[in-house]
């Protein structure tokens, strides 16, 4: 009856006159990058603020007009090495050691960055390009300037280290492109260790923070009156800041209806972070496409002021400015890059902070012409030698701090010859006993707090990481998703399992790394969210393919799939890239043990332990290994030695050295 029916209903369709479809709704092209040049001429004044700004420099073609450092024959002496720079016609060139430590001319293809440095970028044959490590320094000459020195003065980087110059962890393409230049692709094949990497600009143009321009133009020809443009980096939207005479200090017209977008825009370069897509999605968090770091050490000292090079982003969300609003461009021109106010920073402060109250005597205990504002809110650290960045977390100086944290405060760093307990004392005097903070603390220092929990968690610290897991902010999801790796599996699949669908990848990744041992007791629904975010997760260390901790990942991944070969197929990639590199020989021989390979596994334990003796748990490893695999007598020799250098106290290496002792 039911083929009669089906037959029936056939014949109708085959007899009535086929209805016409609608058309299709069109799709709008895809935008497309079209060059600096392009917007110039209807927005003038933007561009001739750009124009020569750090952006503009940031990457040049090596020649005449772009070279400032002093090729004129110039040598540097660098510990027991003589480098030379020179010119050849119109080369530009460095005759300094190779990776083999032999002296060889290295024709200088770009420069990068201009002041207070510039540095100079090598071409390799495999497209790996990899900056000098001899720097210009730009600077004035009564400034210290105008002198070659090398990035590591204070100790000997040699062709075996792995920061030298020619090595992995120099390498422009993988460490400093996305930065320097618009719209790259680095286009790396794993194979062959080779790079074809593209940029549409050699340089940061308008492009790198506004997206890919072609649809603005086509909206801008049309007079249709939309933007075309993929992000909108208005964060003001109409409001201003309205001095309150009675605080002295100005507030918001409004409330911001939206997270500002402007941090999350420049956090793309201006962070500390990993990059986790091969493709940057405009107007998202930034933790949609890369990982920020937390405020850990050594990147940050305990209280999180910077410490380790990390730039701006991280310390900026750390601000009662952007709590309150605040955003780059509000003291920052976007273009030039320069202060609003010129060079005075002390005039970009007094648009919000009344100098009647703030600039006065009363407010900081100096004379008015002895400090400036940054110099107690925003002290500054000097990286690549020569360069001084200040810290952006506006912080009020704390020495009180210091005597439990250690970190620095602002009092000792220019008062050098006091210690902490004399600024503390004079700090009291000065402004009486601190007050506890009375907002919210930021999201990035939850997420940080978060990511510091260790187990055995008490009952309220479960309780946090499980609401945290809901928190609006995707810094703190992502560090919540980590600590619960701490938690009992049954926590894990209720409270972590609907990330997988968060709007944030960064967030989805993180799920699928902790749930990919626990995907077995996913329903359906759940299974099919895992299976799209574990392909994510993927993508995310194909996108950093360089590196072997990306096929180290990637092999632990599979491992807790129970894809063992697979995953032993990333770890040969692993090895093959770093054999020097012990935590990726310590996770290879792990796998191998789960795949019944023990005498091969045994060789990889015990070269992680040799390669790096100062890791505890490769020489547990390695002894319970050995033990396991009938000898005792190496073990306890193993164990031993190690109690007698690196590790006394350790309480896995001593109990297992007293099991074996009474055996």
Known sequence: MRLSLLGSL???????????????????????????????????????????SHHDLAMQVADETTVIGDFEDARFEYFDTVTQFRREDDAFVVR???????????????????????????????????????????RAADEGGQ???????DEYIGPDDPLYWTGREQNWNFMCAECHSTNVELHYDVGTDHYATTWSEINVGCEACHGPGSSHIESAEAGDGGSGLPVDLDDRGGAVWQMNLETGVAERS??????????????????????????????????????????????????????????????????????????????HNPHSLQLHTGPDPDLVCAQCHLPEKFAATGHHGHEATQVQCVDCHMPARVYMGVDARRDHSLRIPRPDLSLVSGAPNACTMCHADRDDVWAAAAAQEMWGQPKTSDFPAPGIVRAS????????LSAGETTI???????????????????????????????????????VRGVRIAAAALMAPLNAHLRQAQAKSFLAAADEYRA?????????????????????????????????????????????????????????????????????AELVPEVARFVYVYAVALNSLGDPEEALRVLEKAQATNHPDDPDINNFLELLRDN
């Open 10 to 52: 056939l014949l109708l369709c085959a007899c009535a006159k086929a209805p016409v479809p609608d058309a299709p709704p069109s799709t709008p092209a895809e935008a497309e990058f079209v060059g600096s040049a392009a917007c110039a001429s209807c927005h003038q004044e933007p561009f001739a603020s750009w124009t020569g």
């Open 96 to 138: 300094t050691q190779n990776e083999n430590g032999e002296l060889t001319d290295f024709p200088v293809s770009y420069t990068f960055g201009v002041t207070p440095l510039q540095q100079y970028l090598v071409e390799f044959p495999n497209g790996h390009l990899q900056p000098l490590p001899f720097a210009w320094d730009s």
């Open 147 to 153: 002198r070659w020195y090398h990035l590591y003065a």
């Open 254 to 331: 409004r409330l911001a209806m939206r997270a500002p977008q402007q941090p999350e825009s420049c956090g793309r370069c201006h962070a500390r972070r990993g990059v986790i897509s091969e493709e940057y999605d405009y107007g998202e968090p930034l933790a949609h496409t890369h990982r920020p770091a937390l405020l850990r050490e050594p990147l940050y000292f305990a209280d999180g002021q910077i410490r380790g090079e990390v730039y701006v982003y991280g310390s900026f969300l750390q601000s009662r400015m952007y709590q309150a609003g605040v955003t780059c461009s509000d003291c």
């Open 449 to 456: 707090a978060l990511a510091s929990r260790a187990p055995p």
């Open 465 to 503: 990481i499980e609401r945290s897991l809901a928190d609006p902010d995707p810094l703190v999801r992502m560090a919540a998703i980590d600590a619960a790796a701490f938690l009992q599996p049954e926590s894990v699949l209720q409270h972590v399992t609907p990330l997988l669908d968060d709007k």
């Open 540 to 608: 995310a260390q194909h996108a950093v393919a360089s590196r072997p901790q990306a096929h180290a990942a990637l092999a632990q991944f599979e491992a807790s799939l129970g894809n063992i070969e697979q995953a032993l197929l990333h770890s040969d990639q692993a090895v093959r890239m770093a054999p020097d590199m012990g935590i990726v020989r310590h996770a290879r021989g792990l796998l191998l043990v789960r795949a019944e390979r023990r005498d091969e596994a045994l060789v990889e334990l015990r070269l992680a």
